[in-house]
């Protein structure tokens, strides 16, 4: 079992700049991929981003160039740094890993940017 708990959500206008965190505990050996989605009210997840155990990473192109995946393997953490926010990019952001076949997810954290 991996355990995801993510923070650094908030309030931010337009412009503006969040860092998300989401530190994984229990089994966090052979975690292969881990990356973001984020949802909002009424509508499916949305992919966001997502970095191997190699450090590949890869973007939705709607975020690219604004915001940028990192993981501290001695920490068990990854960021998202959210640069240029944008009205669009509220919603509920979630934090998943995957290890072997299996997908866990974090609780969400909100971001709202206000115009």
């Known amino acids: 079992q991996v355990q995801l708990v993510e923070s650094g959500g908030g309030l931010v206008q337009a412009g503006g700049s969040l860092r998300l965190s989401c530190a994984a505990s229990?089994?966090?050996?052979?975690?292969?991929?881990s990356g973001w989605y984020r949802q909002l009210p009424g509508m499916e997840r949305e992919w966001v981003a997502r970095?191997?155990?190699?450090?590949?990473?890869n973007y939705a192109d709607s975020v690219k160039g604004r915001f940028t995946i990192s993981r501290d393997n001695a920490k068990n953490t990854v960021y998202l740094q959210m640069n240029s926010l944008k009205p669009e990019d509220t919603a509920v952001y979630y934090c998943?890993?995957?290890?072997?076949?299996?997908?866990?997810w974090g609780q969400g954290t909100q971001v709202t940017v206000s115009s």
């Open positions: 998943y890993v995957v290890r072997g076949s299996v997908v866990y």
């Open positions: 229990g089994s966090t050996f052979s975690i292969n991929v």
């Open positions: 970095i191997s155990s190699g450090g590949t990473t």
